[in-house]
């Protein structure tokens, strides 16, 4: 056991965790945090909605609809009406469908764990839930998934093998969840434990062999987290020592040292690390790849550069971002849409022949296109240990065959939290999504959806927001 602080479980961090859940209210936030919530909901609502037509997911939309049960829930896009655990694993699974969804600096993925759960206990509340209301669920419950990571010092994983996943995602929406259908803090600690003992999966294996797991976690996901609040309610009992508690908790059995129990609690309720580096993207890809992507792009556009005319492209990234450029076999001969998300060749070759990189490229002959593999082949990838951001401020050369040779650093990618998405940038993200939706949502729904997410404080009753997504 590598955490020597172990504690009985009822002094677990998750207990003050649960209680900054339940108790926190809206007029507890500051406007910074009210505002980055806001435009965080709006960005995974549009991420949804492209990815309610992506691959897998209106098979998955089909079979919940299929499974049916009591129409408690709505499958968002899609239309159909769902028990709410149903409605929650296909929700979960539109909204990282696309690989474009939100990412924290020390929490990894947030707003596409809890969002898709929210819209889907809506309408088992058992009262209109406000936007008020739905804000400081979403505040709270994306709080406990950003700390959980940070506690954690989740960035190793990237550079260790055999770490459990995100599992900080399943915390996220279990507690978003809690609060939405107004469990107690005590309750709330119950389904965090059960949501804890439920999930567990490596990260390099859903990411490694090209499959859809990426996503479909995400749909487990969400409806684990209603099922545990919705158990909790029924009188099911969890483990309580998810963090430090003595047998289980998470800090006492990982592969490293240093981890952080204090930033579990430390300005619980005042300080909001959610604001302190969380990014959304403006590539449907792994994070690790826009630095890489913003800067061939930018070199290609102000120069003015023909793409057939590259020599080489020579990178340098962090130690953690290595995940998408290597192996390299792998790496620089994606053959699948999940194998090309999240290979840092096939993203520069295509930042550099489009100018950059969306749902257009994600397809098999895109993947399979002579021009890009022929341009892949030339790209060259290192990492460097002194560059400690480790999504941010990647150094790319483009060398042309007649020797010119140009370097960029992008210092943030567009959509980080000192160059953030503005709500004119969302609603051109918003705009691009739609036309991949399963189903076509008419020009009023969508300004519709942006209208209720830029005001969602004055919003009387959220089931708007499923409106405003189902044709």
């Given amino acids: 056991m590598k955490h020597e602080n172990p504690v009985h479980p009822s002094q677990d961090p998750a207990g003050e965790l649960a209680r900054m859940v339940a108790e926190t209210r809206f007029e507890d936030l500051d406007a910074e945090v009210i505002d980055l919530a806001k435009r965080a909901i709006m960005d995974t609502l549009a991420v949804t909605i492209a990815g309610s037509g992506w691959e897998v997911t209106p098979a998955i939309a089909a079979l919940a609809a299929e499974w049916g049960g009591k129409p408690e829930a709505t499958i968002l896009v899609h239309g159909h009406r769902v028990p709410a655990p149903l409605a929650a694993f296909a929700n979960g699974v539109m909204a ?22 929210m819209m889907s206990v809506i309408g088992i509340a058992g009262r209109p839930v406000t936007g008020k209301e739905f804000i400081a669920a979403y505040v709270t419950g994306a709080e406990v998934g950003v700390r959980a990571s940070a506690a954690l010092n989740l960035v190793r994983y990237h550079t260790t093998w055999g770490m459990p996943g995100e599992w900080n995602g399943p915390l996220c929406a279990t507690a978003s969840v809690s609060r939405l259908l107004g469990l107690s803090a005590d309750e709330t600690w119950n389904a965090l434990g059960m949501a804890y003992t439920v999930h567990g999966m490596s990260e390099y294996n859903k990411y490694s062999e090209g499959t859809q797991m990426a996503r479909v976690q995400h749909a487990f996901a969400g409806d684990t987290a209603v099922k545990a609040a919705l158990l909790t309610r029924a009188g099911v009992t969890a483990p309580r020592g998810v963090f430090q508690g003595v047998p289980s908790g998470i800090l006492r059995h990982i592969a490293w040292d240093d981890v952080q129990p204090e930033l579990l609690t430390d300005g619980l309720g005042t300080r909001w690390q959610l604001t302190e580096g969380l990014s959304m993207k403006p590539y449907s890809a792994c994070k690790f790849t826009h630095s890489f992507i913003a800067s061939t792009a930018a070199i290609m556009a102000r120069e003015e550069l023909d793409h057939r005319q590259i020599e080489s492209i020579e990178c340098v990234g962090s130690d953690a971002s290595r995940m998408t450029f290597e192996p390299a076999a792998a790496k620089w001969n994606p053959r699948s849409v999940p194998e090309a998300m999240f290979s840092a060749p096939y993203t520069i070759a295509s930042a550099a022949i489009t100018g950059g990189f969306f749902l257009d490229d994600l397809n098999t002959a895109e993947i399979m296109r002579d021009d890009k593999r022929d341009l892949m082949r030339r790209v ?5 240990p002194s560059i400690t951001d480790q999504f941010e401020g990647f150094p790319v050369t483009i060398t042309m065959r007649d020797g010119r040779r140009f370097t960029h650093v992008t210092p943030y990618t567009k959509g980080h939290t000192r160059n953030p998405m503005t709500w004119t940038d969302l609603q051109a993200k918003l705009e691009r999504c739609a ?8 020009e009023p729904k969508l300004d519709r959806l942006v209208e209720l997410c830029r005001n969602l404080e004055g919003v009387q009753d959220v089931q708007s927001l499923v409106e405003s997504m189902t044709a």
Avoid: K, Q, Y
Avoid at 96 to 113: K, L, N, P, Q
């Fill in 96 to 117: 990282r469908a696309i690989d474009m969804g939100d990412v924290h600096e020390t929490g990894g993925h947030v707003t596409e764990w809890n969002v898709p759960a």
């Fill in 435 to 442: 036309g991949f939706a399963a189903v076509s949502l008419p």
């Fill in 380 to 384: 060259s990838i290192v990492s460097d």
